[in-house]
């Protein structure tokens, strides 16, 4: 089992940055891919990066590659995503998520694969 609370969120101009963090609790959080979705008013929840259990790969959807970095460090149990060039169509709660299974075949962006989410921070970036 692994708690998962995401801060950073906030009201940023379209170019803007912020960093959303991902603080975990619970069994040990290197043994986990983790990922970042988000959600916008009426659509679907959709993939946005995900990062390896040692960090080594990450994913990234097509609509932020360039402009979004995910990143991990095991000794404070946290994921990062720092967001650049932030648009508004970037709007959207994120969610972090946790996959510990080992025997999964899944790509890091399938979100069915993730069994732990957080409650998510809302982003919105102004025009």
């Known amino acids: 089992q692994v708690h998962l609370v995401e801060s950073g969120g906030g009201l940023v101009q379209t170019g803007g940055s912020l960093k959303l963090s991902c603080a975990a609790s619970g069994r040990t959080f290197s043994t986990y891919v983790m990922g970042w979705f988000r959600q916008a008013p009426e659509k679907e929840r959709e993939f946005v990066a995900a990062i390896s259990r040692s960090g080594g790969s990450t994913d990234y959807a097509d609509s932020v590659k360039g402009r979004f970095s995910i990143s991990r460090d095991d000794a404070k149990n946290t994921v990062y995503l720092q967001m650049n060039s932030l648009k508004p169509e970037d709007t959207a709660v994120y969610y972090c998520?946790?996959?510990?299974?080992?025997?999964?075949?899944?790509?890091?962006?399938?979100?069915?694969?993730?069994?732990?989410w957080g409650q998510g921070t809302q982003v919105t970036v102004s025009s």
């Open positions: 998520a946790a996959d510990g299974d080992f025997a999964t075949t899944y790509t890091m962006a399938f979100m069915g694969r993730y069994d732990y």
